[in-house]
C-alpha cells in the first residue's frame, strides 16, 4: 500500500501564485521528509527536505510545512514562475532503514505566464 | 548535474528477455538504491546496495536483482521480462547514514 499519500494530482496557477502540495503519512517511524523536483525525461531533483522537530522550513521560493501531530505536510512555492512547471514528489524515509524513500504519487503543477 | 550515471538512457526488450542497467554513483557516495518509476507513478524503492551486499528490498520478485562494484557502480538486471516491467529506473546514491540522495537521470526501459 502507498505510505505517502499526495494531493492534488495536477494544479494550474498563474504566474506569481502559491501552488500548495499535500502529502499525509502513517508510518510515525518517519523522520526524514524530502521533496524532489521532476522535468520531463529527466530524474528527481532534490528540492528541499524538513524532520519532524521543526514546523517549517523555507529555502528560496519553496517552504515545507510540517504538522507532526496530524502526520501531513505540504510544499508551498511562493511567487511561482512557469519555469516551475515540474512534478513534485514529496517522499519519506527513517534514519533507521537507511533512508529508503517511499514516495507520493507526485503532483504536477503548471504555472501560466 | 547530480553525478549519477546511468546508462543506456533507452533500450527496448521483448517479453521474456533479460535487461542489465548500470550506474555510477556520485563521487565519495558509498550506498546505491534502485527505484521504479512507473509512467505518471512515483518511483518505487527496488533495492538498495552498500558494501557489495543487498541492504534492504522492495516488494520486487527475485527476477530483480543487482550488483554493487568495489568502486560502488552498480547493476540491476531484470530477468523474464514482463510488458509491465517497462518504466523508467532510476539509481540514487547516498553516503551511508546520509539523508542527501541524489537520482540520476534514469534508464527508460520498454518491453515489447
Known amino acids: 500500500q502507498q505510505q505517502v499519500k499526495q494531493s492534488p494530482q495536477s494544479l494550474i496557477v498563474q504566474k506569481g501564485g502559491i501552488p500548495i502540495i499535500n502529502c499525509a503519512y502513517e508510518n510515525t517511524a518517519f523522520d526524514y521528509f524530502p521533496w524532489y523536483q521532476q522535468f520531463p525525461g529527466k530524474g528527481p531533483a532534490l528540492l528541499i527536505a524538513i524532520r519532524p522537530d521543526v514546523s517549517e522550513k523555507k529555502e528560496g521560493r519553496f517552504t515545507i510545512s510540517f504538522n507532526k501531530s496530524a502526520k501531513q505536510f505540504s510544499l508551498h512555492i511562493m511567487d511561482s514562475q512557469p519555469g516551475d512547471s515540474a512534478t513534485y514528489f514529496c517522499a519519506a524515509s527513517t534514519s533507521r532503514n537507511d533512508y529508503k524513500l517511499s514516495f507520493g504519487a507526485g503532483t504536477t503543477v503548471t504555472v501560466r505566464a | 548535474e547530480t553525478g549519477v550515471t546511468q546508462s543506456p538512457t533507452h533500450l527496448i526488450k521483448t517479453r521474456g528477455q533479460q535487461v542489465t542497467l548500470r550506474c555510477s554513483s556520485q563521487?565519495?557516495?558509498?550506498?546505491v538504491s534502485w527505484y521504479q518509476q512507473a509512467l505518471g507513478q512515483g518511483p518505487q524503492f527496488i533495492f538498495q546496495?552498500?558494501?557489495?551486499?543487498?541492504?534492504g528490498r522492495g516488494n520486487f520478485p527475485p527476477r530483480f536483482s543487482g550488483l554493487q562494484f568495489p568502486n560502488y557502480s552498480s547493476e540491476l538486471n531484470v530477468n523474464a521480462l514482463e510488458l509491465d516491467d517497462s518504466a523508467l529506473y532510476l539509481c540514487a546514491s547516498s553516503s551511508v547514514g546520509g539523508n542527501t540522495i541524489y537520482f540520476g537521470e534514469g534508464s527508460w526501459l520498454t518491453v515489447v
Open positions: 546496495y552498500y558494501r557489495e551486499e543487498e541492504n
Open positions: 563521487s565519495g557516495h558509498n550506498t
